[in-house]
């Protein structure tokens, strides 16, 4: 399936973003772990967050979780501690991204996890048991979801958890999302020092939650205002003071000439004149929204250099090439140094008349190069289905901004 776009000359729109996954997937975890009798309301209606939902309420002896990530991780961890035998498998791709880190430190505790193929790799067998031991040593620069995964299964460890993070620490923010959402469930957790977490063996309570919407889907409404000539955009359902790392972005869009003026039902985007002329950001706290900044500010013209992006590699697809090849068919070359440095000096090539953007499984190219079709009126996307990930409603939301979407 292919969908051929094309804008409308000013966009005027109030959008319901679609709630939080980070936050809906890390609520679900904590509240099955305290055998909560409250269900989170307001959740994800994406497929990482259907495929939790029906891993937790199922609880079938083979878990598929598709290409979720974020599940992989989280219930690799859950499995862990929780009575019965399980296997947890995915796409073909899932069984290639690497989750070796994560089962060392879960067997440092005690955990029982097997590959069910090749070694490093999912799929996982996994015999949940109760574990003792609690103290373990992660790198600080690999992915915050492993660090989450060990965290969110502190409370019920029969010692709790020390968990010491040596050298730099990547993803903070999302390390503090999840130590906030553990406290909101009554749990004891906090940095001791600058590189360790201590969490007491101590039960979560369950409490009635509501999951706010999403910063990461907020930040293409943010690149539709940047590159449009005239837009009006509100975002229903944001908060001024998140704690998802990604609301951080929005301090960068307001260099790329969109303010944010919060609203009593979220926050309104405000277009005024582009101040930057050249971008460079460190984005290791805000990883995901890489390919939103690097398309926008190849589009406007503005040389960027964007570093902190080595968790790219291992995204849904190698982020880092993807952006670099898809680009090029725009008539953007790209230049990467030491796999987490991205970036482009005005170099230009020779575009393609009718550029096709291939999406590689990763909901995250679809939608940071949809609004490019406000510059290239000829471009197509390809597989447009994968923005069920994590905002299915992404084309029925540009359809009601005034965007066209046929499918070709």
Known sequence: MHYKLSAPSSVKAVIQLPASKSISNRALIINALGNGIFIPKNLSDCDDTRVMIKALTEKNKVIDIMAAGTAMRFLTAYLSVTPGERIITGTER???????????????????????????????RIKGASLIK????????????YISAL??????????????????????????LTLQLMK??????????????????HPYTSTPFTVESDWSAASYWYQIATLSENAEIE???????????????AAIFARLGVDTICTERGVRLVKRKIQATQIEENLIEIPDLAQTFVVTCALLN???????????KIKETDRIEALKTELKKLGYLLREENGNV??????????EATPEIRTYEDHRMAMAFAPAVIKIPTL??????????????YWQDLIQAGFKVEEV
């Not at 503005?302 to 790219?312: A, D």
Request: negative net charge; contains cysteine.
């Open 342 to 351: 991205l970036s482009w000096d005005g170099e230009r090539c020779e575009p």
């Open 151 to 176: 965290l969110m299964i502190g409370p019920v460890l029969t010692n709790g958890l020390i968990l010491h993070l040596s050298g730099e620490i990547i993803s903070r923010p999302y390390i503090h």
């Open 184 to 201: 909101e469930f009554g749990a004891k957790a906090s940095w001791t020092t600058e590189n360790t977490i201590i969490v007491a063996s």
């Open 235 to 249: 975002l229903i359902g944001l908060f001024e003071k998140s704690d998802q790392g990604d609301s951080k972005g």
């Open 134 to 145: 609690n103290e373990i040593t992660l790198k600080g620069n690999v992915s915050s979801q």
């Open 380 to 393: 197509q996307i390809a597989d447009p289905q994968v923005v069920s990930k994590s905002y299915p409603k």
């Open 302 to 312: 503005i040389p960027f250099r964007f570093t902190g992006l080595q968790s790219l």
């Open 94 to 124: 899932m069984q290639q991204r690497p989750i070796q880190i994560l089962v060392n430190a879960l067997r440092e505790l005690g955990a029982d996890i097997e590959y069910a193929g090749i070694e490093g790799f999912p799929p996982l």
